[in-house]
């Protein structure tokens, strides 16, 4: 697989400051959210098997919350596929007449998609199968507080190599705290502070386990079915 650069990876990160606000699923999500407060996992990203993909590991997912029929629902963003989408488009116009409620009720919201490698799982194994997720390639869906300690990672001197190299890359610490009734992931959560390369186990598992992140997002459901919604 061709390797990125840094420079390359830095640059695709800080291309978001420039940026106007503006497949079919996959299950085996590892949940690090049900950790308990102070605990903390370890994961290493992994590479996309996309070798265009500009971020390198990480693809955004976008989707709209609807409420359909009585119900929420989470409806796919056309803009993930490069087409026009109706709801932003709904979402601008009340931002437009300066509805600033009904906008940000219909603008679309951000999760960023990776696959990672479990290094350390503090979740309680399965009661079938007496395994947890350690040493297993999992999906990973992260939010906007996790997301931005990598963007500002790249932006900083934090690194000095790509950190989902096999052999020059960091491992990434997941840490729960609370901040008031809420979980929180600000404190704690980090790239590994040195470089470690993979073990001969991890290096089988990861190779075995990647995909394309294309593969872990929702399918082009098209314009006429969002506006059916």
């Known amino acids: 697989m061709a390797k990125m650069s840094l ?8 291309q ?3 940026k106007e606000g503006t497949g079919g699923g996959n299950n085996n999500y590892y949940p690090f959210w049900n950790i308990a407060v102070g605990q903390r996992c370890v994961i290493r990203f992994l590479p996309d098997l996309n070798e265009n993909n500009p971020r390198g590991f990480l693809v955004e997912k976008t989707t709209h919350n609807l409420t359909v ?9 056309l803009g993930m596929y490069e087409e026009d989408c109706p709801v932003c488009k709904v979402s601008q116009d009340y931002y437009k007449a300066k509805d600033e409620v009904n906008g940000k009720k219909y603008w679309k919201k951000r999760q960023y998609i990776a696959q990672a ?3 350390e799982d503090p979740l309680e194994a399965d009661k079938e199968t007496g395994e947890n997720h350690e040493g297993k390639v999992r999906a990973i869906s992260l939010g906007f507080q996790i ?12 690194l000095e190599g790509v950190p989902y190299d096999f052999t020059e890359g960091y491992d990434f610490i997941i840490k729960k705290t609370e901040q008031g009734q809420y979980a929180s992931y600000a404190v704690g959560t980090k790239f590994a502070n040195k470089q470690r390369a993979l ?3 991890e ?3 990861a190779e075995a386990g990647m995909v394309d992140l294309a593969t872990l ?3 082009n459901p098209g314009e006429d079915w969002v506006r059916t919604r």
């Open 199 to 201: 073990t001969d186990a």
């Open 7 to 14: 420079a390359a990876l830095k640059g695709a990160f800080a």
């Open 16 to 18: 978001e400051e420039k």
């Open 217 to 219: 997002l929702p399918q």
């Open 69 to 77: 029929n009585g119900q929420r629902r989470s409806v796919p963003c």
């Open 117 to 119: 490698l479990i290094v």
């Open 203 to 205: 290096l089988e598992a």
């Open 147 to 158: 997301y931005n300690i990598i963007k500002e990672a790249f932006g900083s001197d934090e």
